[in-house]
């Protein structure tokens, strides 16, 4: 682990990348950090504006600085962030930030999570802020759908393209962080798909249970309409949980397929769930109808619809 960027697992490349830049002297005025959800790109972000900001210039974690920045109150970092998207107002709030000194350090720091969610008119005041920056203003904006900025904002950019954790760094992060024993890291490991987030996700609340519990249902193994209705009211929560579930459904979908093919449940992913995995039961129409429903919600799910009736017409769609 290379030294100065805390507790944070893997990404060893974009680490080194990011320090090039500190000993070059000559930072670009905006990042764009991409990759999927929950891989630890936000983090990494904080600690490398760490190395800007630390009075020791190495991200110390005891300075001032640093233990601000800890502790989120440091005036010159700036966080944007919605819960749905990032709008105009938000963009000419930072118009009006930027054009103030920094406070404290020679730098601002702006960072801009869940970048892809800004609306047309909040990518245009952006776009006119980083055509003409004051030096003194760095960004990160974060994003896990870098398709959906803008390409004359992805073109002003540093771009830091992160991949999925490998399940040996995972692995590490749940025993060493969490604490977890040995066999319950490497099933985290193994079905969080290389992010910690979603590891962090599953082994929380009774969301492992459910997973057997929906598993069971799409497989006609439990036919009762209150289960299917109580799944889809926790399911649906939230968001980010119903995107967990899919991504679940679509990735056990995958496995039957591969075990149908294989006849080896060895080279599924989801073999906690092993039982209904079994390749005599599948039918190839089933499962290539279902996979593509699974699909088709996912890309609903970027709109501004009603979780739970889609979810729960889903169940209805895919359940023998």
């Not at 944070?8 to 990011?18: M, P, S, T, W």
């Not at 989120?72 to 966080?79: I, R």
């Not at 869940?114 to 047309?120: G, H, K």
């Not at 309409?225 to 459904?249: I, Q």
Request: charged share 30%.
């Amino acid at each position: 682990m290379i030294m100065g960027f805390g507790s944070i697992f893997g990404h060893e490349k974009q680490k080194k990348v990011l320090l090039s830049f500190l000993d070059r002297e000559r930072l670009p005025h905006a990042f764009l950090f991409s990759g999927q959800n929950g891989i630890g790109k936000k983090m990494l972000a904080i600690e490398f504006i760490k190395h800007i900001f630390c009075e020791t210039g190495n991200a110390c974690g005891m300075c001032r600085s640093c233990m601000k920045i800890v502790h989120g109150n440091h005036p010159d970092l700036f966080f944007v962030e919605g819960e749905t998207s990032i709008g105009i107002d938000q963009s000419r709030m930072i118009g009006r930030e930027i054009y103030e000194y920094p406070y404290e350090s020679d730098k601002r720091a702006i960072l801009i999570d869940d970048a892809e969610t800004m609306t047309r008119e909040a990518a245009n005041a952006l776009l006119k802020t980083l055509e003409e920056p004051p030096p003194y203003n760095i960004f990160f904006l974060i994003t896990s759908s870098e398709r959906d900025i803008p390409i004359t904002i992805r073109s002003r950019c540093a771009r830091i393209a992160f991949s999925p954790l490998g399940e040996e760094h995972l692995g590490r992060y749940f025993r060493e962080v969490l604490g977890l024993d040995e066999k319950k890291a490497r099933l985290l490991s193994r079905i969080s798909y290389g992010s910690i987030g979603s590891g962090r996700f599953w082994m929380e609340e009774n969301h492992l249970l459910l997973r057997r519990k929906l598993a069971e249902l799409i497989t006609g193994k439990s036919r009762s309409f209150v289960n299917m209705t109580l799944l889809s009211e926790y399911v649906t929560r939230t968001d980010d949980a119903l995107s967990m579930y899919l991504a679940f459904l679509l990735s056990l979908l995958k496995d039957m397929c591969v075990v149908r093919e294989y006849r080896d449940i060895s080279m599924a992913v989801n073999r906690d769930v092993r039982e209904f995995l079994d390749w005599k039961a599948m039918d190839a129409r089933w499962l290539d109808r279902a996979i593509k429903k699974v699909q088709e919600t996912m890309a609903i799910m970027r709109y501004n619809v009603n979780r739970w009736l889609l979810f729960e017409n889903l169940l209805l769609q895919i359940t023998r």
